[in-house]
């Protein structure tokens, strides 16, 4: 099991639980128990924080530890620098709480009504992603060198490398396959970089005692609550990211302040932290933090650009995807081939993981999701309520 323990992000309030047992379906852990008719119960010790019951409960019994109390105090306490940074998954779903078709990128509207809604500087993750494709990437090359025996990388982790930024999989991994760690990159996930960046460099450029700020982070994900609190976050002495709200918490706080939101004017993010190549626009898809590292990976160790990725389902489950990517190394005059898998729903890995312990798999570079499609359908999105009219 994991050895640490957080607050229980998730909840069923058994006043409104029907007994419908739905929620049971779409937990990938098996973490929920109750027979149809009864009163369902989490057991936290299995519980990823992931948010599916949350958002599939026709009835609304299931919620989330509530940041917005604490976050509200902030805003309000003069001696606070308040600064949030929004998850590029956000933008796209934030406009159907007020009225707007899913998929409208509302990103400036966000950023107008995060101003308004008093935050002292109003950042975009996309720089963070940026980081952990750059992070993820390296690490790769590294792992691929020492894996071909080339001096100087015996350090490096084991092959394949799995992805890091999904907080529900980091957990069960650590929960269900401990012996796995070691495949897992090192690298923070854009959330956590960013905080780190903001509590250190952000607060030097401007100007900003570090124990003032207050980093805030609005996520498509529950599972990022969970995250925050993890005691490694903290290496500049100071919490990375004090408090995540998500895509529903913000579009409340709009609410709540009275604030316009179809009719504001466009704004952009504050730049100091800011630009970004745009890459990172994919990792709230399914595939997309596979494939931009992919590419800083290719790009590095060939000097040229990857075209396109062919991907094939396999086991027939699309869940699980793989392709084959053929790199030319410069440094070492031969082509190597990657073979890449992406995964989403945690239910669909554990003949991947058992194949690695086993020796017998043939992946280099694994992606794993827990949600399905990807972080644009996490937990922390809004609730669809037509599916259940
Ligand atoms: S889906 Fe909701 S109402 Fe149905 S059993 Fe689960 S918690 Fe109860
Ligand atoms: S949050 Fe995720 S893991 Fe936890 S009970 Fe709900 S569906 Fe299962
Ligand atoms: S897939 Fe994305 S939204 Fe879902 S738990 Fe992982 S990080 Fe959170």
């Given amino acids: ?61 299931i919620s989330d530890l509530s940041a917005l109390d604490t976050l509200v105090q902030a805003l309000n306490d003069p001696n ?9 998954a956000v933008r796209v779903a934030l406009g159907e709480e007020f009225g707007m078709q899913p998929g409208t990128n509302v990103k400036g509207k966000m950023f107008a009504a995060l101003r308004q809604l008093g935050f002292d500087q109003v950042y975009d993750t996309e720089f963070a992603a940026d980081l952990t494709i750059m ?80 980093s805030v982070s609005v996520m498509p994900c529950t599972a990022k609550k969970y995250e925050c609190d993890r005691p490694e976050f903290i290496a500049s002495g100071y919490k990375d990211v004090d408090v995540v709200i998500t895509t529903r918490e913000l579009a409340n706080l709009i609410k709540q302040q009275g604030i316009d939101f179809r009719n504001l004017n466009d704004e952009e993010a504050d730049r100091l932290i800011g630009s970004s190549t745009g890459a990172a626009t994919i990792f709230g898809v399914t ?36 392709a084959t990517v053929e790199i030319p190394v410069k440094d070492l005059g031969v082509t190597v081939p ?12 554990n003949g991947i993981i058992e194949d690695v312990l086993a020796g017998r798999s043939k992946y280099h570079f694994i992606e794993v999701m827990n949600c399905p499609g990807g972080c644009i359908n996490g937990g922390g999105q809004p609730i669809r309520h037509e599916m259940y009219a």
């Fill in 135 to 214: 992070e993820e990437g390296t690490e790769l090359i590294h792992r691929i060198y020492n894996y071909a025996g080339v001096a100087g990388f015996e350090e490096s982790g084991p092959l394949p490398q799995f992805t890091s930024c999904c907080p529900a999989w980091i957990k069960y991994a650590e929960d269900r396959y401990p012996h796995i760690l070691p495949h897992i990159s090192s690298a923070k996930s854009p959330q956590q970089m960013f905080g780190a960046i903001a509590k250190t460099y952000a607060a030097q450029k401007l100007d900003v005692d570090p124990a003032k700020m207050y």
């Fill in 1 to 61: 099991m994991s050895t640490f323990t957080s607050r229980d992000i998730i909840h069923v309030d058994p006043s409104i639980c029907k007994g419908c047992d739905h929620c049971t379906s779409v937990c990938p852990t098996r973490a929920i128990h109750g027979t149809i008719g009864e009163k369902h119960r989490i057991d936290h010790r299995k519980c990823v924080n992931c948010g599916q019951c949350l958002i599939n409960c026709p009835f609304g019994a």
């Fill in 80 to 88: 606070k620098y308040v600064v949030i940074q929004v998850a590029p």
């Fill in 287 to 322: 595939g997309g933090v596979m494939e931009a590292a992919l590419r800083t990976a290719y790009e590095l160790l060939s000097g040229k650009t990857l075209g396109k990725i062919e991907f094939k389902k396999v086991r027939g489950l699309k869940p699980i995807r793989e």
């Fill in 338 to 349: 990657v073979n890449v898998c992406i995964v989403h729903g945690l239910k669909h890995v």
